[in-house]
């Protein structure tokens, strides 16, 4: 059955410092998303991407993140300077239709540290 | 103010007795319920939502609008059944998901 493959699986890095995590979506999927789970607190959107732009995006994902579909097949979020409390783990999820019509295929998620 | 409340963190029965794993949600429109679960060592899915009217693993959940709950259901508990348990939500012209802070269950033998 094909996967949302995520990697790297941990990812430390320096305050101030950019990171890319990076996630290939299934195939034929056309909606992707990024969401994050800070430790002990619930998963929480942060972006959707729907052919080739951001169709919606919540507070949290502000200047410092930005997402890209560089090569049709390979899904990144960018954070440009990191924070302390940037450290999560980091989900992409992909699916075939709208959230509303069509589940989400989760990645195994990337631990983000920030030091 | 969109949100889900999942007020148990930890549920913990014996196999075979009952469960019921609460929900409830606050949302202004007409919301699409959904269970998501994460067994140990696997990724996030889906396990029933609430157009789909299904029971799978023997789960069930019943959208009740007038107490706005989506509690999730088994007669009878298997250790199989031990995992996290994630309720969210979407509205119709959102394209995200809203999730709760989860409640683990553990299912003892």
């Known amino acids: 059955e094909p996967e949302v493959t995520q990697t790297p699986s941990h990812q430390v890095t320096q305050m101030g410092q950019e990171v890319i995590l990076r996630c290939v979506p299934i195939?034929?999927?056309?909606?992707f998303y990024w969401y994050r789970q800070i430790l002990g607190q619930k998963v929480e959107f942060l972006v959707s991407?729907?052919?080739?732009?951001?169709?919606?995006k919540s507070e949290i994902f502000d200047d410092q993140f930005s997402v890209e579909r560089p090569d049709g097949s390979n899904f990144t979020l960018k954070i440009r300077s990191t924070k302390l409390e940037d450290s999560a783990m980091y989900f992409c999820a992909s699916s075939l239709g709208t959230v509303y019509n069509s589940p989400l295929h989760f990645g195994n998620g990337t631990r983000l540290t920030v030091t | 103010a969109q949100r889900v409340t999942q007020p148990e963190k930890l549920l913990s029965v014996f196999k075979g007795a009952p469960v019921e794993l609460k929900c409830n949600y606050s949302y202004s429109g007409s919301p699409e319920l959904f269970w998501y679960v994460q067994y140990s060592r696997q990724r996030l899915q889906l396990l029933l939502r609430h157009i789909s009217r299904e029971s799978i693993k023997g789960f069930t959940a019943d959208l009740n609008k007038g107490e706005t709950s989506f509690h999730l259901k088994k007669p009878f508990a298997q250790e199989e059944d031990s995992a996290m348990y994630y309720c969210a939500l979407s509205g119709l012209r959102a394209d995200k998901l809203i999730f709760g802070t989860g409640t683990r269950l553990q299912v003892f033998p």
């Open positions: 195939s034929n999927h056309l909606y």
């Open positions: 991407f729907y052919n080739n732009e951001i169709s919606e």
